[in-house]
């Protein structure tokens, strides 16, 4: 089955997209790929199967770039990848329990949907509430070292529990081995129950829980997907789910996205980097929901609002960020754009 041109141009485009969201926020690969496959008519396995084969690639290529501006934490994420593994298993039995009762696909859907909108509405909330009493005043008074500022209060809590081993971590924060593995197990039962990638829950709870600076929870965030990607693609190619001819095209346009979005996280303001984020989530979960109804109704038209929601919502963030990138590498200094 060969593909026209057209087809082939419009999945290096949309891999291009997607590979700038993916560099840029450590999430937003599966996300968008596997539904986008199904709507155009793929098979539910090979619309997994690819998806994740591309998340995977694109993984390894952001995190090398990555690497080249110092975000990944090793040994941060070798650990989520210890408790999120664990997590992941819990999920999928969990959702082997409820298919048993007949209520896993509705209870999963709805879960979706509020996790998104709920982690989406937070994260926005609080990049613009920051400055305006977000719960961050006391910090600001004591301004001994500027860092201690942008670490959220939730973070702080779990910093200061003091069981031991303490990890260090990049970003000089000390961290309980517990409340990482607690934090990596919590993340991967919600990935494991909701068949999702989990960057979408990952890179808030490395940032809000931990208090990992965000360039550096988006780097290890993605070091961890490259784990989760290959083993997934790995097994959905075993059974044939992977289509080349799908992800070839795809990558080739991640490969450049990928590249772009993750030196953006290091020229763009961190506070817009969430603003971005928490967006994203919320039409993502606007078009989830949008497609459930049209599922639990059977109503065709809604399933490709849905879609059509997803792509303009990533065509929205993917074009401001890289706007955002431009507007940040013409300012002069922030001194001097301060004193404008």
């Not at 996300?31 to 396995?45: D, M, N, Q, R």
């Not at 509020?114 to 509405?121: E, M, P, Q, S, V």
Request: hydrophobic residues 55%.
């Amino acid at each position: 089955m060969g593909m026209s041109i057209g087809m082939i141009a419009l999945f290096v485009g949309f891999g291009l997209l997607v590979g700038i969201l993916f560099g840029f926020f450590g999430m937003g690969g599966s996300f968008l790929v596997t539904p986008a496959l199904l709507i155009f008519g793929y098979e539910s396995t090979v619309a997994v199967g690819s998806g994740m084969a591309f998340v995977f690639g694109t993984s390894v290529i952001a995190t090398l770039k990555h690497r080249d501006l110092g975000q990944v934490d090793y040994k941060l994420g070798v650990l989520m990848i210890v408790g999120t593994a664990t997590g992941i298993e819990v999920g999928k039995e969990i959702v082997v329990h409820l298919q048993e009762i007949g209520l896993a696909g509705s209870i999963i859907s709805v879960v979706y949907v509020l996790l998104l909108g709920g982690i989406g509405a937070f994260v926005t909330y609080e990049a613009l509430g920051d400055g305006s009493g977000g719960g961050l005043e006391p910090d600001v008074e004591a301004d001994a070292d500027a860092d201690d500022t942008e670490i959220p209060e939730v973070a702080q809590k779990i910093q200061s529990y003091r069981v031991p081993p303490m990890i260090e971590l990049r970003g000089g924060i000390t961290v309980s081995l517990w409340m990482i593995l607690l934090v990596a197990f919590a993340t991967g039962l919600l990935s494991g129950f909701l068949g999702v990638g989990g960057g979408f829950i990952r890179m808030p709870a490395l940032f809000y829980l931990i208090g990992v600076p965000v360039p550096i929870a988006v780097g290890t965030d993605l070091f961890e997907i490259i784990f989760s990607g290959g083993i997934g693609s790995f097994l959905y190619a075993m059974e044939g789910g992977v289509n080349l001819g799908i992800v070839a095209p795809l990558l080739a346009g991640s490969a450049l996205g990928a590249r772009v979005g993750s030196a953006a996280t290091s020229i763009v303001d961190e506070d817009e980097i969430k603003v971005y984020f928490g967006v994203m989530l919320l039409l993502g979960s606007i078009a989830v929901a949008i497609q459930e109804v049209g599922n639990a109704f059977d109503v065709e038209v809604l399933r490709t609002v849905s879609v059509v929601v997803i792509l303009g919502a990533a065509l929205l963030v993917a074009g401001a960020v890289v706007y955002s990138s431009v507007e940040s590498l013409r300012a002069p200094t922030p001194a001097s754009s301060a004193a404008d």
